[in-house]
């Protein structure tokens, strides 16, 4: 019995040893830095939620400063007038927070800005290196700059200037 479990092994050893694929892997995020389309995309992205930053601080700040009064004026005030102005302050917190989830949310505006500046350029590099990866008869290529880490990786197999190259794209 241990001799069939072990030509079993040997042989399921062999034919994978036999079938080794050639791997290579690039940094994406190396490879978009020296892209300066996704840099200016990236600074226009930047500057455009630091824009929207400042304007819904501005109006945390505006209800702020109205809650302030109120809490200053609440003693003069009739129970009517006093719900009215909890009201409206109420209602305030509410747009902002929901202006705040429409610029910034999941489906947001922000969001949305990006699939239309980054992805076209993110869409380019990743054909860049299928085409890449198929030229120089690779089988898998892994990106080292996402989720997959590498604890050791050759630089001989990195192709992340040849698809710099390809692209257009020289080294600076």
Avoid: C
Avoid at 43 to 50: A, G, I, L, R, Y
Avoid at 83 to 103: A, D, S
């Amino acid at each position: 019995m241990k001799k069939i479990i072990l030509t079993l092994i040997a042989i399921v050893l062999t034919t994978t040893i036999s079938f080794a694929q050639k791997i290579g892997y690039v940094d994406t995020d190396y490879i978009l830095s020296h892209i300066p389309e996704y840099k200016a995309a990236q600074s226009e992205m930047d500057k455009t939620s630091v824009e929207w930053q400042k304007e819904i601080e501005a109006k945390y700040a505006e209800i702020d400063k109205l809650y302030k009064i109120f809490q200053a004026e609440s003693v003069l005030l009739t129970d009517d007038m006093r719900k009215k102005r909890e009201n409206e302050i109420i209602n305030k917190e509410k747009e902002v927070k929901e202006l705040q989830k429409t610029r910034f949310g999941v489906d947001g505006e922000l969001f949305k800005k990006r699939m239309e500046l980054v992805k076209p350029i993110q869409d380019k590099v990743y054909s860049a290196i299928k085409q890449v990866a198929e030229r120089s008869g690779l089988a898998f290529i892994f990106d080292k700059a996402g989720q997959v880490s590498l604890l050791y990786s050759n630089n001989k197999y990195d192709k992340s200037e040849d698809v710099l190259t390809f692209m257009g794209y020289n080294k600076k």
